[in-house]
């Protein structure tokens, strides 16, 4: 469905964000977790992609199955890092042969191994510009294009410290097209309301969905700084964290109860959505529904 139609009838929007398995273990793992959130029944689930497309086969394969396997609705993640105009293209026919009706446009991450790779070898040079080429894309059976959505930094883009500067660049995603914002993890929800407001001042007024990663694991909390380029762990949580100390179930137990009361907030705080990046497992999330008294499917 596209997104327009679903933040459309939907106040509140809840979705979760899977990785393509890259092993026949993973991949296991990653089908009964999905069988296990299907029920849920989330307006749309996201489908991460490598670093300069590393995972591009896999990312199409498990929309691919997604889409065609079951109830899920599901939206690849799309980056301008190592694509060519002609790559771009292929891949945007290919997911609208398939009925795919929503793209989520990014800047992406550089990868690790290529250290040739030349930023200016890119054809697209920021999400706005891939964000105007999917809207301008013609081949598409819904006459509106893909739905698009772009992402947001609630603690400030790592490569861009000038916070004035950030929010032009959103809204030029904006403006070139976007149709909804799916932020970055965070965990002081201060900096999301913040956020909000910034936004709502720089006259962007699409929906804004807020981005929530539970602790599950103290390792897990390291990995998360590391993926989101810094991350602020509030003083709160730490305290909590040292508590339960090497007692891996009581780590687990602090880290849902702790995104429970910030979907508790968020949600008291009217949130256009909430989209829980799973890191392909169900358990966090199906507590955190529990205990927020989410019914499922979901409302």
């Known amino acids: 469905m596209h997104i327009q139609d ?22 296991e793992a990653l ?33 691919v199955r997604l889409k065609n396997t ?31 009706a929503n793209i989520l446009a990014l800047g992406g991450d550089p990868p690790r191994d290529l250290t040739n790779y030349n930023k200016a070898d890119d054809a697209f040079q920021q999400a706005a510009d891939l964000v105007r080429y999917i809207r301008n894309f013609s081949g598409h059976p819904d006459s509106r294009g893909f739905g698009i959505g772009v992402a947001g930094f609630p603690e400030g ?9 950030e929010m032009d660049y959103l809204k030029a995603k904006v403006d070139e097209g976007a149709d909804y914002i799916v932020t970055q993890l965070f965990f002081h929800n ?13 006259g962007i007024n699409i929906p804004i969905l807020a ?4 602790v599950t694991t103290t390792k897990g909390m390291e990995r998360m700084a590391d993926l989101a ?8 949580l730490l305290r909590a964290l040292n508590r339960a100390g090497d007692d891996p179930a009581s780590v687990e137990k602090v880290g849902i109860h702790y995104a429970t009361e910030q979907c ?18 169900s358990h966090a999330t199906r507590e955190i529904y529990a205990n927020l008294g989410l019914k499922h499917p979901a409302p």
């Not at 679903?6 to 991949?27: D, G, H, M």
């Not at 883009?157 to 500067?165: A, E, F, Q, V």
């Open 70 to 100: 079951t109830t899920l609705d599901p939206i690849p993640h799309l980056t301008c890092v190592c694509h060519r105009e002609s790559d771009i293209e292929e891949i945007l026919s290919r997911y609208a042969s398939e009925g795919v």
């Open 229 to 236: 380029a810094g991350a602020r762990f509030p003083a709160k």
């Open 264 to 281: 508790s907030d968020l949600l008291e705080k009217e949130v256009s959505g909430i989209h829980f990046y799973t890191l392909n497992k």
């Open 6 to 27: 679903i933040f459309e009838r939907e106040k509140t929007t809840f979705s979760f964000e899977f990785f393509p398995p890259k092993s026949e273990l993973a991949s």
């Open 190 to 202: 201060d900096d999301f309301h913040d956020f909000r407001d910034r936004c709502s001042l720089a």
């Open 211 to 214: 981005g929530i990663m539970p």
């Open 31 to 63: 089908y009964s977790t999905i069988s296990e959130l299907e029920e849920y029944d989330p307006h749309f689930v996201s489908v991460t992609y490598g670093a300069g497309g590393s995972t591009r086969e896999l990312t199409n394969d498990l929309v």
């Open 157 to 165: 883009h790592p490569g861009t410290p000038n916070r004035l500067k």
